[in-house]
């Protein structure tokens, strides 16, 4: 076989591995809520996620096309990145994916797999070959602003929500009817990922087919592409999510349905719209600012400022320490050709099985499994509802 072909090969594999990944892990995002509440059962909610991750996945193209044709300069008056590049910055992506779960650290698979891109391309072609105004207008912007826009957005709801139903306040079930409507909110939140998360995945295997003339610069992803991502997705979700939504539902009991409601709802609008202008988001921050956003947005809410702080220091390490390992990747890639590919392919999937092996000696508990989105339910302290106060008999019988 074809050098060129084989490493091509391989590039697509590793990237519908990580696009597995993405799914196994980002159900939680929006199912964990539901399955904490009551609302759907595990089983029904993954299989629910799965297959609208899939459709998800066919309505836009527009984020995979800011990855293949927007971060790394391609064409005329840019460079051509080659496959070995991108294979290293998928190796850095997913190992540390790996590093950052088994630390319980929250991190974005989405400013992982950017990070390690943006270091691997460093490396082979310096600078030049970042545009840094896209990096700038549709990765760093929409990471600051996506998980603010939507934690405003849920904390305006909850208000709303708790202001309407104010007859409620006190009752252990905490507005129950909202239960139901989670359904249809952490099912949107579902499909908004599938427009969002599986694209990337699309856009580095469009990446990789231009890089070695497959295909022209400056279109989008085939028919193909487009499939086996979205299938690749939507096993993950259906697969592995089941598991840790499983296990991470028992961190958001304290979110009770009209909160849940109210961030579903502010995440999936959130990231619909930045799928329609290309921004590349991360679905884990426009979620756990949601989160936030409607525990503040409950009477009696009060920030944990240091938990909050850990939260943001995972999101603030993600890229540059995923570009760092890319980078080291791309050296060895870079220099050794085939060889080279070969080396971070038995060292990256030495680093994962070690990773996965070394995360076995703990006992699996709430502590050690937790999510993004229900650590960023704790940073939110919440005093109990008060009971609405009685009218006294005068006032009723003057209205």
Known sequence: MDPTLL????????????????????????????????????????????????????????????????????????????????????????????????????????????????????????????????????????????????????????????????RYDGKPDGRGGFRFAQIFSSSLVALAHGTNDAQKTMGVITLTLIAVGFQAVGTGPEFWVVVVCAVAIALGTYMGGWRIIKTLGTGLTDVKPAQGFAAETSTAATILASSHLGFALSTTQVASGSVIGSGLGRRGSKVRWRTAGRIGIGWLLTLPSAAAVGAA???????????????????????????????????????????????????????????????????????
């Open 329 to 399: 990747a791309a050296l060895v890639a870079h220099n050794f050709g085939f060889v080279g590919i070969v080396i971070d392919a038995i060292v990256g999937v030495g680093i994962i099985v070690f990773i996965f092996l070394w995360s076995r000696r703990d006992a699996v508990n709430p502590h050690n499994v937790i999510s993004e989105v229900a650590d960023s339910g704790l940073a939110v302290k919440i005093k109990r509802n008060p009971k609405p106060k009685r009218e006294s008999r005068t006032k009723k019988v003057q209205k």
């Open 7 to 166: 490493i091509v090969v391989l590039v697509i594999v590793l990237a519908l591995f990580f696009d597995f990944t993405n799914g196994f892990h980002d159900t939680a995002n929006a199912m964990a809520t539901p399955i904490a509440t009551g609302a759907m059962r595990p089983k029904v909610a993954v299989a629910v996620a799965a297959v609208l991750n899939l459709v998800g996945a066919f309505l836009s193209t527009e984020v995979a096309k800011t990855i293949s044709g927007g971060i790394i300069r391609e064409g005329d008056g840019g460079v051509l990145i080659t496959p070995e590049l991108i294979f290293a910055g998928l190796i850095g992506a997913i190992v540390w994916n790996m590093f950052t779960w088994l630390l319980g650290l929250p991190s974005s698979s989405s400013h992982a797999l950017f990070g390690g891109l943006i270091g691997a391309a460093l490396v082979g072609f310096g600078v030049a070959a970042i545009d840094f105004g896209v990096v700038l207008s549709k990765v760093i912007l929409p990471a600051i602003l996506a998980p603010l826009t939507a934690g405003l957005i849920a904390y305006t709801a909850t208000k709303i929500a708790y202001g309407i139903t104010r």
